[in-house]
T-cell receptor, first 115, second 113 residues
Framework: DADVTQTPRNRITKTGKRIMLECSQT?????MYWYRQDPGLGLRLIYY???????NKGEISDGYSVSRQAQAKFSLSLESAIPNQTALYFC??????????????FGPGTRLTVL | DQQVKQNSPSLSVQEGRISILNCDYT??????FLWYKKYPAEGPTFLIS?????DKNEDGRFTVFLNKSAKHLSLHIVPSQPGDSAVYFC????????????FGAGTRLTVKP
């Protein structure tokens, strides 16, 4: 079984709709992240959470919100989707341990299309 | 403002030869650098990393070199194999910034048999 899972894997929606992307992990990691990938721009951090009570904005948080329901679950919401939020979204996790534990483990991605 | 740049969108090499992927960064606070590999329809997977106190780290066929004065790092794959064909992302983080990781745009490597 995959350590980091994302649902749905693909989603097509319309402008103005509310969308939630979900991420679950079985790695027991405290830290979870949401990224989006756009062609020519690589991965950009949207939000991250270091534990259930800790939520931080990343590089491009406008238009997004998150919820850390439990250590293992971190969901990303688009309150009112717009076409330029069409992208590939990745959830990731990492352990806490300082300098040597920056490796992040990624889910398989969710392809979101906003029409 | 992209703090991590991979200026070559693609690279094609012959099987058995060396692949060299390059990455430049602008933020001098970065103190840890990583390379991730991504196959289609999968998430990125960690490949190799290097801390700023080192200038080289080797793991099998993969070696990462760091030149701090030039703010440049490179990934060498020797010998290249067709299974290495993937998109490679360079990433950098700074302990002072809670290890907020910044990624480059990626380089698509194609290894031809």
């Amino acid at each position: 079984d995959a350590d980091v899972t994302q649902t749905p894997r693909n989603r097509i929606t319309k402008t103005g709709k509310r969308i939630m992307l979900e991420c679950s992990q079985t790695k027991g990691h405290d830290r979870m992240y949401w990224y989006r990938q756009d062609p020519g721009l690589g991965l950009r951090l949207i939000y991250y959470s270091f534990d259930v009570k800790d939520i931080n904005k990343g590089e491009i948080s406008d238009g997004y919100s998150v919820s850390r329901q439990a250590q293992a679950k971190f969901s990303l919401s688009l309150e009112s989707a717009i076409p330029n939020q069409t992208a590939l979204y990745f959830c990731a996790t990492s352990d806490f341990g300082g300098f040597a534990y920056n490796e992040q483990f990624f889910g398989p991605g969710t392809r979101l299309t906003v029409l | 403002d992209q703090q991590v740049k991979q200026n070559s969108p693609s690279l094609s090499v012959q099987e058995g030869r060396i692949s060299i992927l390059n990455c430049d960064y602008t933020n001098s606070m970065f103190d840890y650098f990583l390379w991730y590999k991504k196959y289609p329809a999968e998430g990125p997977t960690f490949l190799i990393s290097i801390s700023s106190i080192k200038d080289k780290n080797e793991d099998g066929r993969f070696t990462v070199f760091l030149n701090k004065s030039a703010k440049h790092l490179s990934l060498h794959i020797v010998p290249s194999q067709p299974g290495d064909s993937a998109v490679y992302f360079c990433a950098a983080s700074a302990l002072a910034n809670n290890n907020d990781m910044r990624f480059g745009a990626g380089t698509r490597l194609t290894v031809k048999p």
